[in-house]
């Protein structure tokens, strides 16, 4: 059955940061994503939702590259980020990384103090200015909503923080890099709900400078904070539109079957 990929009527003009066409990719003899077509305009939640094994994580993990690290892996087709084919093996993967930053499921600080997990990319980045790097660490950390926790215990261990600040350190280190795309696979399900609820307001206001795409299965969370909202099935995309639309009115039934817990 062919998938719904309507024209999505938003009014709001944004340029697209991504625009998949396309988009095939197997492991080995697994075709995990077929035909993608999807565009994800800037300074917007898109929340990919689906069953387990439909292949949200691996089309986030082509968003940067990441599946590459995987033996195996072939695609074919394109991804355009702001409007160069980043499969094209002319596209320096370092390059596209100082862009798009990413969060994964289970927070993943390095074993070194609070300010050194913010200034590890910068530093990657060659800035070694005591000063600036002051700066860069308020600054990401008030981004990620943990500067009052935190500013009294910079250099302590990361460690030492809970799931949920570990998480929202996790979004400072990524905010250091200054990127324009962060990707969050399954960001607070580790997490309870008070910290879920923390993360999910900051990516509410992180949407106002950067361009946010969430794989989640939480379906409550995709309907509270996203704008937009991709169904997978079986490695295809079965609808994508407007958050609203999907979860009120969807135009396809194995959407409306999930959502309302058919099956997944
Ligand atoms: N490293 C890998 N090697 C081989 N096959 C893989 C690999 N990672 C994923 N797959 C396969 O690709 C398909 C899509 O998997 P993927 O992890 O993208 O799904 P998902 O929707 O993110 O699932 P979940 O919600 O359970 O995390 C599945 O058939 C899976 O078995």
Redesign the pocket.
Known sequence: MASVIEHISDETNRENVYKTKELNLW??E?H?LKNINLDINENEVTAII?P????????IKTLNRMIEL?PGVKTSGEISYRGRNILDRSYKVEDLRTKVGMVFQKPNPFPKSIYENVVYGPKIHGIRDKKILDEIVEKSLKGAAIWDEVKDRLNQNAYGLSGGQQQRLCIARCLAIEPDVILMDEPTSALDPISTLKVEELVQELKQNFSIII?T?NMQQAARISDKTAF?LS?EVIEFNLTNKIFSTPSDKRTEDYITGRFG
Not at 52 to 57: F, V
């Open positions: 492991y080995g697994n995990a689906g387990s094994g439909c292949g949200k994580s691996t089309y995987i794989v299965h997978f490695g």
